[in-house]
């Protein structure tokens, strides 16, 4: 099994999260998900998953495997 790697990666939307109404201790999900859903930041977190494995396992040895 692979152990964990924590990513962190700034997406922008720091400011419209920030907007999101609170009732008691919890955000509007209904809200948090339609700012998560958007296209750009889905390929973002996509393509830098997909950038770190491929720099992981570049000279591992099974260097011919296509990705």
């Known amino acids: 099994m692979i152990p964990p790697r924590t990513f962190v990666m700034d997406v922008s939307i720091q400011g419209e999260l920030s907007q999101t109404k609170r009732a008691a201790d919890n955000f509007d999900m209904t809200a948090v998900d339609a700012i998560m859903k958007k296209a750009s930041i ?9 950038t770190a494995f491929r720099e992981l396992y570049k000279d591992k040895a099974h260097s011919d495997a296509r990705f």
Request: aromatic letters at 22%.
């Open 42 to 50: 889905i390929d973002a977190v996509v393509n830098t998953y997909y």
